[in-house]
């Protein structure tokens, strides 16, 4: 593992926002959904997240959770990604958002 300083971890826009919508995202080379996302301040956003396994498209609506803001866009498949979605693999590999279980506003910086 590499430490890096205070400063480089303030450069990560790590920023709270809710799942407005979802979509089936058949493109993928992995099973993933889009997602749009509600930034706050930093606009609706949409990407792409391998959560298939754990999600269904329902339970994720309403949902808050972590995304890097200002990584630059990303081709996905035909998908322009505008942020990344951050989450932890679990012990198959499969993906569990990273997620705060209390509501705070949209466009939230980690602390």
Known sequence: M????????????????????????????????????????????????QITKHYTHEELIGMQIVGVVNFPKKQIANFMSEFL???????????VLTAVDKPVPNGSKLV
């Open 85 to 95: 979605v951050t989450g932890f693999a679990d012990e198959n590999g499969d993906i």
């Open 2 to 49: 590499e430490n890096i300083t205070w400063a480089d971890f303030e450069k990560v826009e790590l920023r709270v926002g809710t799942i407005l919508e979802t979509a089936d995202f058949p493109e993928a080379r992995k099973p993933a959904y889009k997602v749009k996302v509600d930034f706050g301040e930093f606009g609706i956003r949409w990407s792409s997240a």
